[in-house]
């Protein structure tokens, strides 16, 4: 039961131009959403959230945008960047038994192409 | 200020011997996390701690076991490893409920063979 989905394995972007990564979810009790961005032998580190209650957040050069109806956010990245390339994680929160619990999906290898 | 650190690094362990994975974090955060992340998958939950002495299962938590004597440690001890558990385990910590970031260590790349 994958509750939260991202479909596509890689994307390839020219330098300069945007980015777009997708993720589905199914569970409508999610109450925050995160990306997570990972290079290679190193653990995720936190790029960029949104409240289940907001439909857009914007941090410099990253914005996500959620559509609760669709159960879809994406994240795009303006303009990209060679250091953009990396796996990128979509994750959900959900609070249960006293912690906020992250429910992540399979990430979105990022390439920008010089 | 470390974040939060994993030792080791990586391990190649035979069937049904044991170990525990370390984890510490510097941060004084209450809650910490155990994941597991298999090849083109995503990070799944094995185990969690709201605080020092109180632990949960998360999504996959068979063939392991936590404890958590202090805020900073988080050891995951695996008993009687089998093929099935060779992955990368991510240790990871946060302040608590306000607060959905996780902070993430480097990882331990195990392989059981």
């Known amino acids: 039961d994958q509750q939260v989905k991202q479909n596509s394995p890689s994307l390839s972007v020219q330098e300069g131009r945007i980015s777009i990564l997708n993720c589905d979810y199914t569970?409508?009790?999610?109450?925050?959403f995160l990306w997570y961005k990972k290079y290679p032998a190193e653990g995720p580190t936190f790029l960029i959230s949104?409240?289940?209650?907001?439909d857009k957040n914007e941090d410099g050069r990253f914005t996500v945008f959620l559509n609760k109806s669709a159960k879809h956010l994406s994240l795009h990245i303006v303009p990209s960047q060679p250091g953009d390339s990396a796996v990128y994680f979509c994750?959900?929160?959900?609070?249960?038994?006293?912690?906020?619990?992250?429910?992540f999906g399979q990430g979105t290898r990022l390439t920008i192409n010089p | 200020n470390a974040g939060v650190t994993q030792t080791p690094k990586f391990r190649i362990l035979k069937i049904g011997q044991s170990m525990t994975l370390q984890c510490a974090q510097d941060m004084n955060h209450n809650y910490m996390y155990w994941y597991r992340q298999d090849p083109g998958m995503g990070l799944k939950l094995i185990y969690y701690?709201?605080?020092?002495?109180?632990?949960d299962k998360g999504e996959v938590p068979n063939g392991y076991n936590v404890s958590r004597s202090t805020t900073e440690d988080f050891p995951l001890r695996l008993e009687l490893a089998a093929p099935s558990q060779t992955s990368v385990y991510f240790c990871a910590s946060s302040t608590g409920t306000a607060s959905y970031e996780q902070y993430f260590g480097p990882g331990t790349r195990l392989t059981v063979t």
């Open positions: 949104i409240s289940s209650i907001k």
């Open positions: 569970n409508s009790m999610f109450d925050y």
């Open positions: 994750a959900a929160s959900l609070l249960g038994q006293g912690a906020q619990k992250l429910v």
């Open positions: 701690s709201v605080g020092a002495g109180i632990t």
